[in-house]
């Protein structure tokens, strides 16, 4: 884990635009992130008009967040080359969304492959 990040309340506390640029930060810089997966797929937040893939800076961060609802799940390391590379064109085409590190409330900053895609090139 990565010493710049501290591990679940610290994180927590910071805003989710913070915690967005954190982690936009930690992929710019080739990192892994992480999202949560079991035998069927990954899983993806239903809301309604927007199908949303969270994803989080750490293992025990994205483990630590889907325990509550989310058993059976666990942490699914996606390299930063294969997020950029494979994920977010892949998530365009399917119409789906990114949801960054959401914090225990499910509060997070949500946006569109594409326009995630446009940030990490900023």
């Known amino acids: 884990m990565s010493n710049t990040l501290a591990i679940d309340d610290t994180f927590y506390r910071l805003t989710s635009s913070e915690r967005y640029y954190q982690v936009l930060q930690l992929i710019k810089k080739s990192q892994s992130i992480w999202a949560l997966a079991d035998a069927e797929g990954c899983l993806i937040i239903d809301l309604g008009t927007d199908k949303v893939l969270p994803i989080w800076p750490t293992e025990a961060l994205a483990s630590g967040w889907g325990e ?12 930063a080359a ?41």
């Open 68 to 79: 509550k609802d989310h058993e059976g799940f666990k942490g699914l390391e996606i390299s």
């Open 82 to 122: 294969d997020w950029s590379e494979k994920w977010l064109p892949g998530m365009q085409n399917d119409k789906f969304s990114v949801g960054v590190a959401p914090n225990l409330a499910g509060e997070c900053i949500v946006s569109s492959a594409e326009e995630h895609a446009a940030d990490l090139q900023k």
